[in-house]
T-cell receptor, first 114, second 112 residues
Framework: NAGVTQTPKFQVLKTGQSMTLQCAQD?????MYWYRQDPGMGLRLIYY???????DKGEVPNGYNVSRLNKREFSLRLESAAPSQTSVYFC?????????????FGQGTRLTVV | RKEVEQDPGPFNVPEGATVAFNCTYSNSASQSFFWYRQDCRKEPKLLMSVYSSGNEDGRFTAQLNRASQYISLLIRDSKLSDSATYLC?????????????FGAGTRLAVHP
């Protein structure tokens, strides 16, 4: 079982470049999330999607956009990368219902903006 | 103030020690609670859910105090393989969907 698959695993961007981080899950989960993790900061929620067609801002949405393309896929786009966006990005998914909320994570994308 | 706060660590303990991690959360509407484990440069993975009655899984015991908005994790007889970062997570269910909020994590290093 693939679970949650993120691509790419590593990326180096120049300031001002754009890119899209891809995420797909094969567990038929309704909810999907994008987090960033910085040293000493833990995981911070960028955007989440409760279901196909819906997205909402999390704690740190500035500089990012998302698309919930279908139930399986949730992409994160950086339109104009900045050094402050250097981080490790994790995509996750979970069931919608209360009490069944284990989150499954992708392996992460290590992004460096120079 | 962060919604979920944890002891920052690191906790450096010898094998066989008992170690306890604490976590507090600010939103009383939080409805379910978890501990996740994250190994170095890896993704977080669920360690255990936390229930009001307390729950145990082998050497791991989790407790929840809703009145104090406090969560704990106790690890007995620590093993070298327990070395990792432990993340406290709360789930806020509103509008028909879940939103998971993570603490910054507590790093544990178990040494021989």
């Amino acid at each position: 079982n693939a679970g949650v698959t993120q691509t790419p695993k590593f990326q180096v961007l120049k300031t001002g470049q754009s890119m899209t981080l891809q995420c797909a899950q094969d567990m038929n989960h309704n909810s999907m999330y994008w987090y960033r993790q910085d040293p000493g900061m833990g995981l911070r929620l960028i955007y989440y999607s409760a279901s196909e067609g819906t997205t909402d801002k999390g704690e740190v949405p500035n500089g990012y956009n998302v698309s919930r393309l279908n139930k399986r896929e949730f992409s994160l786009r950086l339109e104009s990368a900045a050094p402050s966006q250097t981080s490790v990005y994790f995509c996750a998914s979970s069931e919608r219902g209360l009490g069944n909320t284990e989150a499954f994570f992708g392996q992460g994308t290590r992004l460096t903006v120079v | 103030r962060k919604e979920v706060e944890q002891d920052p660590g690191p906790f450096n303990v010898p094998e066989g020690a008992t170690v306890a991690f604490n976590c507090t959360y600010s939103n009383s509407a939080s409805q379910s609670f978890f501990w996740y484990r994250q190994d170095c440069r890896k993704e977080p993975k669920l360690l255990m859910s936390v229930y009001s009655s307390g729950n145990e899984d082998g050497r791991f015991t989790a407790q929840l105090n809703r009145a104090s908005q406090y969560i704990s994790l106790l690890i007995r007889d620590s093993k070298l393989s327990d070395s990792a970062t432990y993340l406290c997570v709360v789930n806020q269910f509103s509008g028909g969907y879940n939103k998971l909020i993570f603490g910054a994590g507590t790093r544990l290093a178990v040494h021989p």
